[in-house]
C-alpha cells in the first residue's frame, strides 16, 4: 500500500532556530502533498498545500515565511519552521494523495517538534 | 465558512456497536472520509463515501446522506485496541482536494 515516511519523528530545537521536517512518498509519486499542524487533544489544522514545482497554497491565518514549504520533487516535500518559538510546538503531520483510485490519504508518522 | 460536528466523545463496553455522527457545512463536497487516531499516532485511513448509502470494512462500516450532509462511522464488536480518536473530515474541492477535519471524537472501550 501507499507509504508516507516523515522525518525526523521527534525534534527539540531553541528558539531562534530553524527545523527542517521532510516527507516522502515511498511507492508512489504524489504531486499534491499537505501539511498539518495538530494540538495535544485537538483535531489536525490544514496549514498549507504542497504542489510539486508550484509554490504552496496556505491557509488563511498561516505565515508564508515562518512556515517554508517546498515540493522539489513528486515524491518530496519539506516544511522549514523558522525563527523557531515556543507557541510552535506542536505536532505536524504531512499527508499524500495516494495513486489514483486510492480515495484516503496517507499520513506520515508525525514530527513532534518541542522549541526550548 | 466551514465546519465539521461530530461528538467529542463515547464511551463503550468491548464487544458493543457504537455510532459515531458527523454532521457538515462545507463549501463544497467531494467525499466524506473517516480516520482513526492512536495518541501520539498518525491518522490512519478508516472509510470513504462519496456517493449516499452504507461502505462496509469488516468491522468498520461508514454511511453518507448528502441531502442531510451528515454521515456516521458505525464500529461493531468493539475491542480494546479501538480506544482511540476517530476524525470525520470532507474533501471540499476534488478528488485531491484538501480535507478538513472535524475536531475528533474520542472513543474510550471498557472492558
Known amino acids: 500500500g501507499a507509504v508516507v515516511s516523515q522525518h525526523p519523528s521527534r525534534v527539540i530545537c531553541k528558539s531562534g532556530t530553524s527545523v527542517k521536517i521532510e516527507c516522502r512518498s515511498l511507492d508512489f509519486q504524489a504531486t499534491t502533498m499537505f501539511w498539518y499542524r495538530q494540538f495535544p487533544k485537538q483535531s489536525l489544522m490544514l496549514m498549507a498545500t504542497s504542489n510539486e514545482g508550484s509554490k504552496a497554497t496556505y491557509e488563511q491565518g498561516v505565515e508564508k515565511d515562518k512556515f517554508l514549504i517546498n515540493h522539489a520533487s513528486l515524491t518530496l516535500s519539506t516544511l522549514t519552521v523558522t525563527s523557531a518559538h515556543p507557541e510552535d510546538s506542536s505536532f505536524y503531520i504531512c499527508?499524500?494523495?495516494?495513486?489514483?483510485?486510492?480515495?484516503?490519504?496517507?499520513f506520515g508518522s508525525g514530527t513532534r517538534l518541542t522549541v526550548v | 465558512g466551514q465546519s465539521l460536528e461530530q461528538p467529542s466523545e463515547v464511551t463503550a463496553v468491548e464487544g458493543a456497536i457504537v455510532q459515531i455522527n458527523c454532521t457538515y457545512q462545507t463549501s463544497g463536497f467531494y467525499g466524506l472520509s473517516w480516520y482513526q487516531q492512536h495518541d501520539g499516532g498518525a491518522p490512519t485511513f478508516l472509510s470513504y463515501n462519496a456517493l449516499d448509502g452504507l461502505e462496509e470494512t469488516g468491522r468498520f462500516s461508514s454511511f453518507l446522506s448528502r441531502s442531510d450532509s451528515y454521515g456516521y462511522l458505525l464500529l461493531q464488536e468493539l475491542q480494546m485496541k479501538d480506544s482511540a480518536s476517530y476524525f470525520c473530515?470532507?474533501?471540499?474541492?476534488?478528488?485531491?482536494?484538501?480535507?478538513?477535519f472535524g475536531q475528533g471524537t474520542t472513543l474510550q472501550v471498557k472492558p
Open positions: 473530515a470532507v474533501k471540499g474541492s476534488s478528488n485531491t482536494g484538501k480535507l478538513i
Open positions: 499527508s499524500a494523495s495516494g495513486p489514483a483510485g486510492n480515495y484516503g490519504y496517507t
